[in-house]
């Protein structure tokens, strides 16, 4: 059928949004019945290309609702509403191991969403689309500040949401990610918290002095916030995902400056020795390299290193000793950290220890280690480099599964830091009836 | 009084009139709104929460525009039981409107105290969007809001162009104009817009039409730069050029253009679409117009036509002009109005039955009549609103009831008064603009 003669109508409400909020497409002004392809392109900061797409029949209105009706294959199939998003993968000759991640986040992701004539799985580019959308998505609200942080040797951004303030706060904490990662802190602030996310692998200092910092830079950060104006010294929380976890988990149980109000724990251990500088933890950690297992992808499963999960005290943390509100975050699939056999671990320890009403565990069947803000692409394998390594390696998790984790665990996360940081403190207040007659 | 009727209003009379005076500010307040960016034309949802509950709170807006006046609404709410406060869901006791109006903090946005009278919010630089500051603050207030720390406040962005839109000056054929195309790589229906008397290129409405996959020429066809060179106004043949540009644009459908006029850029429409041999719309709307016109006058001498019967002008005790009067009663003369009798497209009326400067609601009763007797009158759709007035602008634009005006063609300035009530003229704004992208969706999308 000649499609291209009609106006071929492509919504994309909204337009622009935050980047964890829902969109809905609507395809109309088509013949009833007619095969589409609905397709999502996306050029990320380092040049490459992402894609997903969708085979769609119109119905008998002449329309096509992503949210409501259920594609018939592509990079996701029934009902997905942002599958265009989460199952976004490199176009095809893109080098293998890429993640999609944005690093200036004072500037919108840009999707081009568009609609082709046809069952199409294949050069989107060379043809004309039916009809195309731009859609802004973004991690920082108007109003939100973002502040470089840099005193008394702290490499950190500061994101303070809209407003005078003062504001609860969250210590953010990523991975072995090699630099600072703001997105997600951003995407905090934008929700309402003033977020620091934290570089304590390769801050200024490590670099100039090329010794790595000890539990004091985390104690400087946590009294950081605890001293900023905008900030509500008591309304501190931290959050974690994977190699953070093992430090946020240590100042969880030990830290005598260290005190928030609750804390996030992502695909995270408590396995390390506890009396060990950054230095050692390496150590440690390639100490049991020799059990990383390479699939026939050569990818490294490297969760092998820690299983089984040691009952020698002193190479974990006493997760007994944590005294406020825990959120364990558990992909169930995941391949690089034992995070499903850890969170076990750590549930009978604070079992014993007589603290695990503070413990809430929110376990994903089918989900991997790099568990994101909602919508983000699975990665399931990437290149990673870490600050001692670089290889291949597999995070694990199946694309639907993992795509429902990040959309749950936010929210979630979100509610469980609200119900700490903003709900739980409201006590009764000084106050004084003046009854007009 | 029974027991329980009295503990009632007690109890009604204690949230009402008690003023609890608490420390609100060891509460994390929190303030949302969402989404804290959109279009212009769409809704918003604005909560408070983590307060005590059965506080006095006021919500307050703030705009700066581009001139550099500052525009402010309020409301005054009290908390409810879990401690929150949600705009459309609770009433407003009082401020610059009440009740549940869940985008009043916008459409009853006024000039600060202080600022000159007879100001209009347009925002004339459409690629960047308005902001607006929300904040909630502590008690029942209704001046003084900037003079205090809020208790939370929230930045909003509010655009008219959505991303992939394009703005493109036009020029050639000694047009003045302005084309938005969509986002997208066409071809698309497309729509001429008009606005009024006090000339200029107004971009906004277009803009946000081609947000909606129209796309849409604003054209200044009183004040082009062909007119200020030579002294002289543009005549039709600058809305068959105008109309002849779109029909040649590479990403527009040829056969799906439509017109659309406000004020007197609806005169301009209903003689098109009546007597043009060259220009045929798909369709029309025409907001808060007129037919009433001398018939094959240049615009120069309509101009006049309308200054002869100034002195019908009536100024009310705030020295506000009320020009309806100056076309009223509706003439009976053929010659002096356009034969809408000979329409032969669907033309969509939209009417603000407190309309003090153009008799709008005569002339729609007049034209339908005419319309009837031609046997076109199928063709014809008139929404008409009680109590809107004159400047029926797209969604939660603030109600301008009254303000300074300079018509080009009497170069006279006057107050006008465009008359409408602020909720009437708010809720006229959102359902006609709603019912216009739908009848422009039906006759430039859908229609095969």
């Not at chain 1, 809209?162 to 600072?180: C, E, H, M, R, V």
């Not at chain 1, 079992?351 to 280690?369: D, F, V």
Request: with cysteine.
């Amino acid at each position: 059928m000649n499609v291209k003669h009609r106006a071929v109508k492509l919504s994309v409400h909204p337009s622009r949004g935050l980047v964890d909020e829902k969109f809905v497409i609507v395809v109309q002004s088509v013949p009833p019945g007619v095969q589409l392809t609905v397709h999502a392109f996306h050029r990320c900061e380092g040049g490459h290309g992402w894609e997903a797409f969708a085979h769609y029949v119109s119905d008998a209105h002449g329309s096509v609702n992503v949210s409501q009706h259920a594609s018939m294959g592509g990079t996701y199939s029934g009902v997905e509403q942002m599958g265009l998003l989460w199952s976004l993968r490199p176009v095809p000759g893109t080098k293998p191991g890429l993640r999609l991640r944005k690093m200036n986040v004072q500037t919108p992701m840009e999707f081009t969403i568009s609609v082709h004539l046809g069952y199409r799985t294949e050069g989107f580019m060379d043809q004309a689309a039916l009809a195309s959308q731009v859609v802004e998505r973004w991690y920082m609200a108007p109003g939100v500040r973002r502040i470089p942080v840099t005193k008394d040797g702290l490499s950190a951004t500061l994101f303070l949401p809209s407003g005078p303030g003062p504001f609860p706060a969250i210590l953010d904490l990523w991975g072995d990610a090699s630099q600072l990662v703001e997105y997600r802190a951003a995407l905090l602030a934008s929700h309402g918290f003033a977020s620091l996310p934290l570089d304590y692998l390769t801050p200024k200092m490590s670099q100039d002095t090329s010794k790595m910092v000890d539990n004091s830079y985390f104690e400087k950060a946590f009294r950081f916030l605890q001293h900023h104006p905008q900030v509500l010294a008591d309304r501190i929380a931290m959050l974690a995902i994977s190699y953070g976890s093992s430090f946020m988990l240590k100042m969880l149980a030990y830290s005598d400056v260290v005190k928030p109000t609750c804390a996030v724990c992502i695909n995270g251990t408590h396995m390390q020795p506890i009396i060990a500088k950054q230095e050692d933890l390496f150590a440690f950690y390639n100490h049991y390299s020799d059990k990383i297992q390479v699939n026939e992808k050569k990818q490294k499963i490297m969760k092998m290193m820690w299983l089984p999960i040691t009952s020698d005290p002193t190479l974990k943390v006493d997760v007994g000793r944590v005294q406020c509100p825990l959120l364990l975050v558990v992909g169930e699939d995941d391949q690089s950290w034992p995070s499903s056999e850890s969170a076990v671990d750590m549930k009978e320890m604070m079992k014993r220890a007589g603290n695990s009403h503070l413990l809430t565990i929110l376990s994903y069947p089918n989900a991997g280690h790099l568990i994101e803000p909602p919508y983000s692409p699975h990665s399931k394998a990437s290149s990673f480099r870490s600050i001692s390594i670089q290889q291949k390696t597999l995070w694990g998790g199946q694309c639907v599964a993992h795509a429902y984790a990040q959309e749950d665990c936010w929210k979630k996360m979100l509610a469980f830091l609200h119900h700490h940081l903003y709900a739980a403190h409201y006590g009764p207040p000084a106050s004084r009836l003046t009854a007009k007659f | 009084m029974a027991f329980n009727v009295k503990m009632m209003v007690m109890k009604r009379w204690l949230c009402t009139y008690v003023q609890v005076s608490m420390d609100v500010k060891h509460c994390a307040v929190k303030l949302s709104v969402h989404p804290c960016r959109g279009l212009v034309d769409e809704k918003f949802v604005v909560v408070v929460q983590n307060v005590p509950p059965g506080i006095q709170l006021t919500v307050h807006a703030f705009h700066r525009c581009e001139d550099g006046h500052g525009w402010e609404a309020f409301a005054h709410y009290v908390s409810d039981a879990s401690g929150s406060v949600n705009v459309s869901r609770d009433a407003s006791l009082g401020g610059t409107y009440s009740g549940v109006e869940q985008m009043g903090l916008l459409w009853s946005l006024r000039p600060v105290p202080g600022s000159k009278p007879g100001l209009r919010m347009r925002k004339m630089n459409v690629q960047t969007p308005m902001e607006f500051t929300i904040s909630v603050h502590q008690g029942f207030r209704s001046e003084g809001f900037l003079d205090q720390v809020p208790l939370a406040s929230q930045v909003v962005e509010r655009w008219y162009m959505a991303p992939g839109v394009r703005r493109i000056p036009i020029t050639q054929d000694d047009l003045s104009a302005t084309l938005f195309l969509p986002s997208g790589p066409g071809p698309f229906p497309a729509i001429l817009d008009l606005w009024g008397g006090s000339g200029q290129l107004v971009e906004y409405r277009a803009a946000l039409l081609a947000s909606h996959g129209f796309a849409s020429l604003a054209l200044d066809y009183l004040t082009p730069k062909i007119t200020q060179e030579t002294g002289k106004m543009v005549d039709d043949s600058y809305f068959e050029k105008a109309f002849g540009f779109l029909q040649q644009y590479p990403q527009v459908l040829t056969g799906r253009i439509a017109m659309l006029g406000l004020s007197f850029g609806c005169s301009v429409t209903l003689r098109i679409a009546a007597y043009s041999l060259v220009v045929k719309p798909t369709c029309a709307v025409c907001i808060s117009g007129s037919h009433v016109q001398p018939i094959g006058a240049k615009q120069e001498d309509i101009f006049a036509f309308y200054d002869q019967y100034s002195d019908k002008i009536q100024v009310n005790e705030k020295n506000q002009a009320v020009m309806k009067m100056m076309l009223l009663p509706i003439t009976s003369d053929p010659t002096l109005k356009v034969d809408v009798g000979r329409v032969q497209c669907p033309l969509l009326l939209v009417v603000g039955e407190d309309d003090q400067n153009w008799p709008v609601l005569e002339s729609a009763q007049d034209m339908k009549e005419m319309m009837e007797r031609a046997g076109n009158s199928h063709l014809l759709t008139i929404l008409s609103y009680p109590d809107a007035g004159h400047l029926i602008e797209p969604p939660y634009a603030p109600h301008t009831q009254v303000s300074s005006f300079r018509s080009i063609g009497t170069r006279h300035k006057v107050t006008a008064l465009w008359g409408g009530r602020s909720v009437a003229h708010a809720y006229a704004q959102e359902d006609s603009w709603k019912k216009m992208l739908a009848f422009f969706r039906h006759n430039l999308y859908a229609a095969p």
